[in-house]
């Protein structure tokens, strides 16, 4: 019996897939997940992060409002 051929998903691209979730739907979860996933240099980076999350945040919350 074949096997159905299907293709190639990379542990990169479930690990986009996640951050663009957690990015909407857990800040927090999505800084922890990040700071593994990316590898960030220092704490410098971490924080832009966080400040582009926090930035991603008020802009939702201000166009739902």
């Known amino acids: 019996e074949e096997l159905d051929v299907q293709p190639l998903v990379t542990t990169g691209q479930i690990a986009?897939?996640?951050l663009q979730i957690l990015r909407?739907?857990?800040?927090?979860a999505?800084?922890?997940y990040a700071s593994a996933i990316k590898n960030y240099a220092d704490e410098e980076d971490f924080e832009a992060e966080a400040v582009l999350v926090r930035n991603d945040q008020l802009r939702r919350s201000q166009d739902g409002a």
């Open 16 to 18: 986009a897939a996640v």
């Open 30 to 32: 999505y800084l922890r």
């Open 24 to 28: 909407t739907e857990d800040q927090i």
